[in-house]
């Protein structure tokens, strides 16, 4: 099992706001996904990758992509209060799910 | 309600690695906090702030003084896979809880 948190790099976002929009993600993640899956990767420690990509187009494109193959995949849509306008999509959580279906949306991706 | 996550900064990590420690402790936080504490929360739209310290002794010294005011203080050993020691104090979740009682163990800590 596996959680991948994907992270836009091009809004210029300080270390501390990344981190509260990937945890922003991982919790969304978690509250949405079946049971099962939570418990299952939770039992395994809760892997999970931080991924980045460039820019929102790719951020959407590759939630779309992960739909598509059937994983859930939540957008971050931040409140904006600080750093960046409200609305702007800033991260992406795929999973949990079978790692093996993560990497296949998520290949080539580079570690944040 | 907020959650605080505090982070060690003497350790040296990444913004990635960052990102999944503070990630690990929300999801743990969630998942160890009373179903009412997490929903007034999630209501709020999550809201959470990333802060540091800049030693293990004082993240624990944190996590203590937390749990003394009542709060659920969860602190993050890292797994060891990359960059850390394995059982590694990284970082530590307060909350969620109102705020006030949140501000008043993490007063004065700077943000990350």
Redesign the interface.
């Known amino acids: 099992m596996k959680l991948a ?1 994907v ?1 836009r790099t091009d809004l210029g976002m ?7 929009q ?7 993640a ?2 949405e996904s079946r049971d099962a899956d939570v418990a299952a990767w ?1 039992g395994q ?2 892997p ?3 991924l ?1 990509v460039t820019t929102g187009q790719e951020l959407l494109a590759l939630a779309r992509q992960a739909r598509a193959d059937g994983l859930l995949a939540e957008v971050i849509h931040d ?1 904006g209060r600080t750093q960046v306008e409200p609305g702007t999509v800033t991260c992406c959580a795929i999973g949990p799910a079978d790692s093996d279906r993560v990497d296949r949306v998520t290949a080539g991706l580079p ?2």
Chains 1, 2 share one sequence.
Do not use: D
């Open positions: 948190l992270v300080g270390r501390g706001k990344i981190a509260a990937v945890a922003h993600a991982a919790v969304t978690v509250l939770i420690g809760q999970k990758v931080v980045k409140a570690l944040l």
